[in-house]
């Protein structure tokens, strides 16, 4: 069993930066892949960017250029770097670590607004 602890969520202006960082209860966080979701109200939860193993990384059409992920295998923690932020982006995001089996965090809120 893994356990995700996220934290960086909060109220930004549009324009604005936030990181948000997951912390895995992990020894072997360095194979698993690892990745942010978001769900919005009334919608589904999407893949926002993900990171493998080897730190290849893939992002969302609708985030790229804006938001960077990246993962720090000494601290058991990823990143999201997000920049530039929109109203479009305010959800709940969740921190997914995957190998043979799946793992969520409780995820945390972005709210984007002036």
């Known amino acids: 069993q893994v356990q995700l602890v996220e934290s960086g969520g909060g109220l930004v202006q549009p324009g604005g930066s936030l990181r948000l960082s997951c912390a895995a209860s992990?020894?072997?966080?360095?194979?698993?892949?690892m990745g942010w979701y978001r769900q919005a109200p009334g919608k589904q939860r999407e893949l926002v960017a993900a990171i493998s193993s080897a730190s290849t990384t893939n992002y969302a059409d609708s985030v790229k250029g804006r938001f960077t992920i990246s993962r720090d295998n000494a601290k058991n923690t990823v990143y999201l770097q997000m920049n530039s932020l929109k109203p479009e982006d305010t959800a709940v995001y969740y921190c997914?670590?995957?190998?043979?089996?799946?793992?969520w965090g409780q995820g945390t809120q972005v709210t984007v607004s002036s």
């Open positions: 997914n670590a995957r190998w043979v089996n799946g793992y």
């Open positions: 992990t020894s072997r966080f360095s194979i698993y892949q």
